[in-house]
């Protein structure tokens, strides 16, 4: 799981008021190359959250993204090969995802998150 | 790519080994599963580029499919853990970088480009087909493309107009989708179903 997803998950327990977003405890990162697609990345800039991203890559062991950022870094290329790099190219393949509000784990195993509910979290 | 190559590649995919009938289980077929997406991207420019979720993905025949005709990034979701198991089989066999998650119908936290689907047709669980689309349409940002039995044509339009609060609800073109004898239940052979190819447009004031 690449964090562009995990930066679209978010823990949907009945009672959670802000299940965004989900912790990461990495157990096994995998890093696979692929080519990086400008265009592509600006359009995610404005969607994803940042703030999230940047503490989901330091998760993974990745520790290079500015805290913050803005829009006109994306003019950078050494910005972009960053992002670009922490966006698609770290893969979780075991370990969990947190909820923020109840602590309950979602399994990561063979890159693949679970995020079925038990039947009372429903 | 073109058609003949596209369908070329899914065909070679692995399906199901154990159907479950209590999810519906039905591999999409290659024939049906190519022209739906060519359909997506060419006629209407939703999959080359963008992001695109797969809900219901089964073996991931149409996620595949989509990172095949040249989504930037995938994201297939099913329930049932064993066909993710052979959907990220058949991705690392054509080389696709594509993201896996097992859950039941999940509200994404932000809003995918197109949602590709070919859910349950509502047999086993009453109603799963419009389960599908509605959360579809809440996790799409521009276009929902999903199959739906003809017979069920106008009771999908209405409600996908009315209640779920689509912009638009249509229907594409309408194929055949061959069933093999899959299940103890299935007396023929082979089977042919009316089915339509929609496109539903979430509501555009949508964040």
């Given at each position: 799981m690449r964090l562009l997803t995990h930066n679209m998950l978010s823990s949907n327990i009945k009672g959670v008021v802000n299940g965004f977003p989900l912790r990461i405890e990495a157990v096994k990162v995998v890093e696979k190359t692929v080519e990086m697609n400008g265009d592509f990345l600006k359009k995610m800039f404005d969607k994803i959250d940042w703030k999230a991203f940047v503490v989901a890559s330091q998760a993974m062991g990745?520790?290079?993204?500015?805290e913050e950022a803005d829009?006109?870094?994306?003019?950078s290329n050494e910005f972009l090969n960053r992002f670009h790099h922490a966006l698609l190219?770290?893969?979780?393949?075991e370990g969990a995802l947190v909820c923020?509000?109840?602590?309950?784990r979602f399994p990561v195993s063979k890159g693949i998150p679970n995020m079925l509910l038990h039947e009372d979290e429903v | 790519m073109k058609l003949k190559q596209l369908e070329g590649l899914l065909g070679g995919l692995d399906q199901f080994p154990h159907p479950k009938v209590e999810l519906e289980q039905y591999p999409t077929g290659p024939h049906i599963a190519s022209r739906m997406l060519f359909t997506a991207e060419n006629s209407?420019?939703?999959?080359?580029?963008k992001v695109v979720a797969d809900f219901g993905?089964?073996?991931?025949t149409l996620g595949i499919a989509a990172a095949l005709l040249g989504a930037e990034h995938v994201v297939c979701i099913d329930i049932d853990p064993e066909s993710l198991e052979i959907a990220t089989l058949n991705a690392e066999e054509l080389e696709l970088d594509m993201d896996f998650i097992q859950s039941n119908l999940l509200d994404l936290g932000w809003r995918v480009d197109t949602v590709i689907m070919n859910p349950p047709?509502?047999?086993?669980?009453?109603g799963a087909d419009l389960d599908f689309v509605s959360v579809a349409l809440k996790v799409a940002s521009q276009a929902v493309y999903s199959l739906h039995k003809t017979s069920t044509r106008d009771h999908v339009k209405r409600t996908a107009l009315?209640?779920?609060?689509?912009?638009s609800a249509e229907v594409l073109c309408e194929l055949r989708f061959d069933v093999p004898k899959?299940?103890?239940?299935?007396?023929?052979?082979e089977v042919d179903i009316a089915v339509d190819l929609w496109q539903f447009v979430p509501a555009s004031n949508q964040s």
């Open positions: 990745y520790t290079e993204l500015p829009s006109s870094m994306l003019d190219e770290l893969h979780l393949e923020p509000e109840t602590g309950r | 209407f420019g939703d999959v080359s580029d993905c089964g073996c991931g047709f509502g047999t086993r669980k009453k009315r209640d779920f609060g689509a912009s899959l299940y103890k239940f299935h007396k023929k052979k």
